[in-house]
């Protein structure tokens, strides 16, 4: 069981817009910065939003981040077959003195 | 380039002790927080340790009082002492620049835990 929770799985058509939130508490996305990691199949994650909505160099403007309250979302536009992958959601939790995950959603582009 | 690149995995028996390192270039490791996270096979990411630049470190519980996270600054490279190593310790184990918004990964290292 997460700490974090996600959906376990989205879905949508190339070139449309898809969104993966992820659920937290205040001692957790509640007070402190939320990352997004994407893990294309047989690799490492790679870090796609850094302190709740900012990409790091490389990261193309159709991925973005927001967060509001205990939840944050991951955004995706213009849907890509190359975008297939499982995202994670991850933060510091201030009360397990620890960093958590997301269970992680895998998504589908149909 | 910043790289990292982990190495020290196998297969060890229930109970065992392991070393794992993560070598770290294009940046100083003392200078910076580095973060260990494992997945086990098919599963999702868990966060591990971290060792912030001033020498802090936290663990998660389910490893704490059994892993051990320090650095070689000399040699640049970051370890995790693992011992009493369980089944459920089998896992993909990934080293990251940060605290919080990791990158770079490095490739993992995997640890089987067996008898």
């Known amino acids: 069981q997460s700490v974090l929770t996600q959906p376990p799985s989205v879905s949508a058509a190339p070139g449309q817009k898809v969104t993966i939130s992820c659920s937290g508490s205040?001692?957790?996305?509640?007070?402190?910065?939320v990352s997004w990691y994407q893990q294309l199949p047989g690799t490492a994650p790679k870090l796609l939003i850094y302190?709740?909505?900012r990409r790091p160099s490389g990261i193309p403007d159709r991925f973005s981040g927001s967060k509001s309250g205990t939840s944050a979302t991951l955004g995706i536009t213009g849907l890509q077959t190359g975008d297939e992958a499982d995202y994670y959601c991850?933060?510091?939790?201030?009360?397990?003195?620890?960093?958590?995950f997301g269970g992680g959603t895998k998504l589908t582009v149909l | 380039e910043v790289q990292l690149v982990e190495s020290g995995g196998g297969l060890i028996r229930p109970g065992g002790s392991l070393r794992l390192s993560c070598a770290a270039s294009?940046?100083?490791?003392?200078?910076?927080?580095v973060t260990w996270v494992r997945q086990a096979p098919g599963k999702g990411l868990e966060w591990v340790s971290v060792?912030?630049?001033?020498?802090?470190?936290y663990y998660a519980d389910s490893v704490k009082g059994r892993f051990t996270i320090s650095r070689d600054n000399s040699k640049n490279t970051l370890f995790l002492q693992m011992s009493s190593l369980r089944a459920d310790d089998t896992a993909v184990y990934y080293c990251?620049?940060?605290?919080?918004?990791?990158?770079?990964w490095g490739q993992g290292t995997l640890v089987t835990v067996s008898s």
């Open positions: 991850g933060t510091w939790d201030s009360s397990l003195s620890a960093g958590v």
């Open positions: 302190d709740n909505n």
């Open positions: 205040s001692s957790n996305i509640g007070n402190n910065y």
């Open positions: 990251a620049r940060g605290a919080a918004g990791l990158d770079p």
């Open positions: 060792i912030y630049s001033g020498g802090s470190t």
């Open positions: 294009g940046f100083t490791v003392s200078s910076n927080y």
